[in-house]
């Protein structure tokens, strides 16, 4: 069931867009005409004839001059800076872990040559290095044909086989003569001792050929990560003495390479020639592919930049640079009429007083139709956004806006950027916070002598801060974001840098420390929006979400004190606030302002806590004891004055103080005005004024504290009912709101009729959650079960 609402006449309501299109001239002209004078920075002594201009007129050297260029001079000086070679020194740590690494490998090859067994396993003198390697490696076949040929007392001794010196290698003959060595040794070793040793020779081989091929068995099927992954059986064929030789020369020759450094980026093919440079003819020749194998495995570079050594480098690189002259005699022409003005010629020109200095009208009033059109823009964003700022806010906006050129004009490693468009974020919301950080990046380097890269970043970091800032709640989701904004503004310098860089080869060390620099101011100036914010909040009296969000506490003094002092006030203001915050939601008003208005709305009831039935208890009502309709309505109309007392102590916004008389308007005490006029019908002396019944105003001003007016109208009444059904609900609501609708408290407002009809519709469907059916629990399930009988 709806009710129908009454038309009425619209002349009375004074939007508040009316009253900001009307403060816009004055605010156009101040902001047009400060940030100007304040940006135009360069039209003020702006030379008419500079370069890339062109000359009106043959200009001719008065005198003879040399003339440093230094814009030039500092130019091929930065270049000089950025391009210089690094210094690089020796990273003890990497090598601490090379050599750990080579330990690693070399312990590894240790204990497969031990399991193997020693080598050569029997006297040279018994047989041969080159026997010996033979006999361990051959197959079965072999070893047992060398065993019977040896052992049958009819083989010739003296065969044609040639004799192989004993100390011989694999490689200095065929495999099938080690075949025939090895017999041939075996038959002399025979011959020449007893038939015990030769047995006990036999042992010997055997055990050896056993160790030997299970030590390559498992070298064969090592897994990638296992430690033996690494060697193959080349290892084992060096002799105990070729190993050993082996370490020692590995370790000298990475010694050498370590001590002389390897530089990162090194091809490998630099560092496998080096290799065997190094290792040269230390190393026995059988082992020089292993020793390869090994270094080229553990060696990697060990240079690193050295940034101090890097740092001097590139100063006295900056410092070598000649500063660029330029030379002109007396009478020599500068520039020819006609021609483009050169850098060089304009150092002439501005040394000789020719290049014609003063104040660039006409850039100055170009650069305030720019200035003009970007304050247009903003306020045209404001109108679509943010509509209603105040004169302090239109204010504040310019003064931060200030603080911009100014730091640039004190040279401050970066702009205050950052703070601004947190400040403005915060403040008024992302679009207007993007909108002045947007605008200020274009119209800065128009105005003002600034680095394109410096700008770039901070205007990407403070974009970044414009943006999240206004969808932020707390102090310390802004400190987190102030953290991002630096990150964001150092990394976005660090890559235009290495985008733009003349140089080739940047100097890393000054490239990462400038734009660390970067990132450090970019976190100061978000650490110091964050510091100001409370201050700028309260002193142009700003209610941010932030700080509304903090207002809300309920462990904020106020409220802690209105939970203690009047409890009743304080459950029906959080019932009210569940209403407000409801109808704010559906209608798009701002819903932190509406709670912490609520909250707020009724703390002057503290004054006089028991004069309002929902703190009494249940005890005695006080205005049956005062027994005067007059004076209760006194003390009903106080709890609003005195809230606005409490108000200004507490240091609340503005916008908060509004809900405190508006909430009542200049509604009717009802019940009061009906006892005093029963009691004039009485008394025919008594005089009722209505005046003297109602409450002082002003009516609500805004959508909020209407609709906290009609909340706490309809909080008591949806209290009341108990088994009411939603369409009873909702018809008591209308009639309520119909009152205040025909009794104009809200003809400015702003809501229209359709708005009454969703609130309406909103408090009912919140008074139906809070006032749910629940399952009846049978009195059995109440009463306490008895304990079960212990058997």
């Known amino acids: 069931m709806t009710?129908?609402?009454?038309?009425?006449?619209?002349?009375?309501?004074k939007s508040r867009h009316d009253q900001a299109r009307s403060n816009s001239t004055a605010v156009l002209i101040l902001a047009v005409l400060s940030l100007t004078s304040?940006?135009?920075?360069?039209?003020?002594?702006?030379?008419?004839?500079?370069?890339?201009?062109?000359?009106p007129q043959t200009l001719r050297a008065p005198e003879s001059a040399r003339v440093v260029d230094v814009r030039s001079t500092e130019n091929n000086r930065k270049a000089a800076r950025t391009g210089s070679v690094p210094v690089l020194m020796i990273d003890e740590s990497v090598n601490q872990e090379i050599y750990q690494s080579l330990q690693r490998l070399i312990e590894q090859g240790n204990?497969?040559?031990?399991?193997?067994?020693?080598?050569?396993?029997?006297?040279?003198?018994?047989?041969?290095?080159?026997?010996?390697?033979?006999l361990r490696q051959a197959a079965e076949w072999e070893w047992r044909e060398a065993i019977a040929a040896a052992s049958d007392p009819n083989t010739n001794a003296n065969s044609s086989v040639p004799t192989a010196p004993q100390a011989g290698r694999s490689g200095d003959i065929p495999a099938n003569s080690s075949q025939q060595l090895a017999i041939i040794e075996l038959q002399n070793y025979r011959r020449i001792t007893t038939p015990e040793d030769f047995t006990a020779l036999k042992e010997v081989v055997a055990r050896a050929r056993q160790r030997?091929?299970?030590?390559?068995?498992?070298?064969?099927?090592?897994?990638?990560?296992?430690?033996?992954?690494?060697?193959?059986?080349?290892?084992?064929?060096?002799t105990d003495a070729e190993?050993?030789?082996?370490?020692?020369?590995?370790?000298?020759?990475?010694?050498?390479?370590?001590?002389?450094?390897?530089?990162?980026?090194?091809?490998?093919?630099?560092?496998?020639?080096?290799?065997?440079?190094?290792?040269?003819?230390?190393?026995?020749?059988?082992?020089?592919?292993?020793?390869?194998?090994?270094?080229?495995?553990?060696?990697?570079?060990?240079?690193?930049?050295?940034?101090?050594?890097?740092?001097?480098?590139?100063?006295q690189a900056a410092q070598a640079v000649a500063p660029e002259i330029v030379e002109v005699r007396r009478g020599e022409v500068i520039v020819q009429a006609g021609e483009t003005i050169s850098q060089k010629d304009f150092v002439l020109l501005d040394h000789f007083g020719m290049s014609r200095r003063g104040v660039n009208w006409f850039g100055l009033i170009g650069f305030a139709g720019i200035t003009t059109g970007a304050v247009g823009v903003f306020l045209l964003v404001e109108y679509r956004f943010h509509p209603g700022l105040r004169r302090r806010d239109h204010l504040l906006v310019v003064l931060l806006t200030l603080t911009v050129p100014l730091t640039v004009i004190l040279a401050v490693p970066a702009m205050s950027l950052p703070a601004v468009g947190l400040l403005v974020g915060s403040f008024y919301g992302s679009a207007l916070g993007v909108t002045i950080v947007g605008l200020l990046s274009i119209v800065i380097p128009i105005g003002m002598e600034i680095s394109w890269i410096s700008l770039f970043a901070s205007t990407i970091g403070s974009l970044v801060g414009a943006f999240m800032a206004g969808q932020l709640r707390s102090r310390e989701e802004l400190a987190l974001l102030g953290g991002a904004v630096g990150i964001t503004q150092g990394v976005a310098f660090l890559l235009l840098t290495l985008i733009l860089s003349p140089a080739s080869t940047p100097v890393w060390y000054v490239t990462l420390s400038t734009a660390a620099l970067q990132s450090l101011m970019g976190v100061a100036w978000s650490v110091v929006a964050l510091g100001i914010s409370p201050y700028l909040e309260n002193l142009f009296d700003l209610v941010t979400p932030i700080r509304l969000a903090e207002l809300s506490n309920p462990?904020?003094?106020?409220?802690?004190?209105?939970?203690?002092?009047?409890?009743?006030?304080?459950?029906?203001?959080?019932?009210?606030?569940?209403?407000?915050?409801?109808?704010?939601?559906?209608?798009?008003?701002?819903?932190?302002?509406?709670?912490?208005?609520?909250?707020?709305?009724?703390?002057?009831?503290?004054?006089?806590?028991?004069?309002?039935?929902?703190?009494?208890?249940?005890?005695?009502n006080k205005h049956d004891l005062i027994d005067n309709p007059w004076k209760s309505a006194e003390i009903i109309k106080k709890h609003v004055t005195e809230g606005l007392v409490m108000a200004r102590k507490c240091r609340l916004p503005t916008a908060i103080r509004a809900f405190i008389p508006e909430h009542q308007g200049t509604m009717l005490i009802t019940y009061f005005y009906y006892q005093a006029q029963q009691r004039a019908q009485d008394d025919p002396s008594i005089t009722v004024k209505e005046s003297d019944f109602r409450y002082d105003g002003p009516i609500p001003q805004s959508r909020e504290t209407?609709?906290?007016?009609?909340?706490?109208?309809?909080?008591?009444?949806?209290?009341?009912?108990?088994?009411?059904?939603?369409?009873?609900?909702?018809?008591?609501?209308?009639?309520?709101?119909?009152?205040?609708w025909q009794d104009n408290q809200l003809i400015d407002s702003g809501l229209t009729r359709v708005d009454m009809s969703k609130i309406a519709e909103i408090f009912v469907q919140v008074w139906q959650q809070f006032n749910h059916q629940r399952i009846p629990y049978p009195k059995a399930a109440l009463s306490p079960q008895p304990a079960p009988a212990q058997p």
């Not at 009710?3 to 309501?13: D, F």
């Not at 204990?111 to 050569?120: H, I, K, S, T």
Request: hydrophobic residues 40%; contains cysteine.
């Open 3 to 13: 009710l129908k609402y009454p038309l009425r006449s619209k002349t009375r309501r």
């Open 38 to 55: 304040a940006i135009g920075y360069r039209f003020y002594n702006d030379p008419q004839l500079a370069a890339e201009t062109i000359a």
């Open 111 to 134: 204990e497969l040559r031990q399991r193997a067994g020693a080598f050569p396993f029997v006297e040279t003198s018994t047989l041969s290095t080159t026997t010996q390697q033979h």
């Open 212 to 238: 030997y091929a299970a030590v390559v068995s498992e070298l064969a099927h090592a897994t990638p990560n296992e430690p033996g992954s690494f060697y193959n059986a080349s290892l084992l064929d060096l």
């Open 243 to 315: 190993w050993n030789a082996t370490k020692a020369s590995i370790r000298q020759a990475l010694e050498r390479m370590l001590s002389q450094g390897i530089s990162p980026g090194i091809p490998n093919t630099l560092l496998k020639t080096a290799i065997a440079i190094q290792i040269g003819a230390d190393v026995p020749s059988v082992a020089t592919p292993l020793s390869s194998e090994i270094l080229i495995s553990v060696v990697k570079p060990n240079l690193v930049q050295d940034p101090e050594q890097t740092k001097l480098r590139a100063e």
């Open 555 to 620: 462990n904020r003094p106020m409220l802690k004190r209105l939970a203690s002092e009047a409890p009743g006030t304080f459950q029906h203001t959080l019932f009210v606030a569940t209403l407000a915050e409801a109808a704010a939601r559906a209608l798009g008003c701002n819903v932190e302002l509406v709670r912490a208005g609520t909250l707020y709305h009724d703390i002057g009831k503290m004054h006089d806590a028991l004069g309002f039935i929902e703190n009494q208890m249940g005890g005695p």
């Open 706 to 740: 209407g609709i906290v007016m009609l909340a706490d109208s309809c909080e008591a009444a949806l209290r009341s009912l108990k088994d009411a059904t939603p369409d009873d609900a909702l018809a008591m609501v209308n009639r309520i709101l119909r009152a205040r």
